[in-house]
C-alpha cells in the first residue's frame, strides 16, 4: 500500500515521503498512529502544499537565525536572574531560560539552538554558543543577581 508518511518513521522513511508498505503495517500501525495517510491524489496535493509550507518556515528560520549570529557574535549579553550572597543561582540557567532570556532582549532564538555544556549555577561571566547546522556564534552571557 503507498502511503505518505507525516513524520520520519524509523526504517520506513523521512517525513512528506511516499513509500510502499505492507498493507498491515499501514492500516494497523502507521495509519492510526497518524504517521501516515494514504497517498490518494487529493492526499498528495494537501502534502505537498504542507511541504512547501515547511520548507519557507525554514528558509525563514534560517535568515532570523543568520541576522541573530550577524548581530550576537563577540558580544556581551545580560541576564538578572535571583542569586544568593555568596554568587549561586537558586535555579540553573538552561538552555530554556537562555533562548526565553535573548528573545527578551531582541534575539529570536530557540532553546534548540543554545548549546550549553552544562546548566549556569552562578553569576559571572559565561561563553554560550549558538548553533543552528553550520551557522554558529559564540558570544559573552553575564549573568547578575537582582
Known amino acids: 500500500m503507498k502511503v505518505i508518511l507525516l513524520q ?3 526504517n520506513v522513511g523521512r517525513r512528506f515521503a511516499v513509500v ?4 498491515g503495517h499501514a492500516l494497523n ?6 504517521q501516515a495517510e494514504p497517498a490518494t491524489t487529493e ?3 494537501r502534502v505537498e502544499a504542507r511541504k512547501a509550507r515547511a520548507e519557507a ?7 532570523s537565525f543568520a541576522d541573530v549570529v550577524s548581530r550576537i557574535s563577540d558580544t556581551t ?7 544568593n550572597d555568596q554568587g549561586h543561582l537558586f535555579k540553573g540557567l538552561k538552555a530554556e531560560a537562555i533562548a526565553a532570556g535573548l528573545t527578551e532582549l531582541g534575539f529570536a532564538v530557540n532553546a534548540n539552538q543554545v548549546v ?3 546548566p549556569i549555577k552562578s553569576v559571572g ?9 553550520e551557522k554558529k556564534a559564540i558570544f559573552t552571557l553575564s549573568v547578575t543577581s537582582k
Open 8 to 10: 520520519d518513521v524509523a
Open 20 to 23: 510502499d508498505v505492507p498493507n
Open 29 to 34: 500501525k502507521l495509519i492510526p498512529n497518524k
Open 43 to 45: 492526499n498528495l496535493k
Open 57 to 63: 518556515e525554514q528558509i525563514a528560520q534560517s535568515e
Open 77 to 83: 549579553q545580560v541576564i538578572t536572574v535571583e542569586a
Open 116 to 118: 550549553i555544556e552544562a
Open 125 to 133: 561571566e559565561h561563553t554560550v554558543e549558538l548553533s543552528d547546522g
